[in-house]
């Protein structure tokens, strides 16, 4: 099995920061790129960014400059360091990893349960 949780969500007024974290464990062999996907009530789950596991990050135009994701390898977690948020950021924001299982050949995406942020005044 393996498993995805996030954490480091909550309420935060527009302009503040919080830091999201995700641990992927479980029978796991090579974790590849990770990233972090949101959704808002109503809206379809959009990507907001991605790492691979040299280091090399992509991000949507609506979080460039705001948003930083980065990943610790050997502790199997990703962060996204989210700053200068506003309420267009509010969403459930998810954690994906692709990799690769024990005893396996081929690779698959994993999700997390999903953490709330709300950007609110």
């Known amino acids: 099995q393996v498993q995805l949780v996030e954490s480091g969500g909550g309420l935060v007024q527009p302009g503040g920061s919080l830091r999201l974290s995700c641990v992927a464990s479980g029978r796991i062999r090579t974790i590849y790129a990770m990233a972090w996907y949101r959704q808002a009530p109503g809206n379809q789950r959009d990507l907001v960014a991605t790492i691979t596991s040299g280091g090399a990050t992509n991000y949507a135009d609506s979080v460039k400059g705001r948003f930083t994701i980065s990943r610790d390898n050997a502790k199997n977690t990703v962060y996204l360091q989210m700053n200068s948020l506003n309420p267009e950021d509010t969403a459930v924001y998810y954690c994906?990893?692709?990799?690769?299982?024990?005893?396996?050949?081929?690779?698959?995406?994993?999700w997390g349960q999903g953490t709330q942020v709300t950007v609110s005044s």
């Open positions: 994906n990893a692709n990799l690769l299982k024990t005893f396996t050949t081929r690779r698959s995406d994993y």
